[in-house]
């Protein structure tokens, strides 16, 4: 499978640089994107820390967050998405017009004795004040390493999107931001490059979104209740 639809989510096996060339100027009302670091350095695999005690992780590691994205994608995501919301973008600061950064910050509400970070820094474009969510990352039964909560991703939506909005996703990875979407109300359009997590994804939100597959109008209503946790 290289892409997968239904009426809100298009998601797509493939590069996001070529997905962006083909879309018009502000075709999309906001891009949330969770794109590598380029924080890994020699032939260390991307992974996420675990705390002391925890299980190994069984997920596929990867080799793709030596390099952040380019100026270029930067640009690019500038040029079709109105505003934008970027994760780990304090790693890349000098990529983005800071002038009008605001940022969120995720408080994992864990302590410092853990070996990865304990918060992680969005930057946006909106003209307002810095915001702050606590939720507590998935430990077990992840399929990425920089796996984020679905609550995440509803907190996000909820804050600075309308339902009806047209979102972009450039690196779906687990595919929570497309599982977020499709119970607000939100379409979504999505690229991962990787076949192995894209497969992953899409499997992971087949399952999750077949509640309103049942029951449709949670699609247009949907409750906290509703939204998974991760």
């Not at 380019?70 to 304090?90: C, D, M, T």
């Amino acid at each position: 499978m290289t892409r997968f639809q239904t009426d809100l989510l298009d998601l797509r096996l493939g590069d996001c640089m070529d997905l962006m060339r083909d879309m018009p100027d502000g075709y999309f009302d906001l891009a949330i994107v969770d794109p590598p670091y380029g924080i890994r350095v020699g032939d260390n695999k991307q992974g996420m820390g675990r705390r002391k005690g925890d299980a190994r992780a069984t997920y596929k590691m990867g080799d793709w967050d030596h390099e952040a994205p380019p100026v270029e994608y930067f640009a690019e995501l500038r040029r079709v998405s109105k505003h934008q919301i970027v994760w780990g973008a304090n790693h890349f600061i000098e990529r983005l017009p800071i002038n009008s950064a605001c940022w969120i910050v995720w408080d994992k509400m864990f302590s410092n004795e853990v070996s990865f970070a304990a918060a992680e820094l969005a930057w946006t474009s909106f003209d307002s004040t810095a915001k702050k969510f606590q939720c507590h990352p998935l430990q077990d039964g992840r399929i990425h390493p920089t796996q984020k909560p679905v609550k995440l991703y509803a907190w996000i939506l909820a804050n600075y999107a309308k339902p009806g909005q047209r979102i972009l996703d450039t690196h779906l990875g687990s595919g929570s931001h497309a599982i977020a979407c499709y119970y607000a109300g939100m379409h979504l359009t999505a690229t991962e490059i990787d076949p192995d997590y894209f497969a992953a994804a899409v499997d992971r939100v087949q399952r999750e979104t077949q509640q309103i597959e049942l029951f449709p109008h949670a699609a247009q209503h949907p409750t906290h209740e509703e939204i998974p946790l991760f």
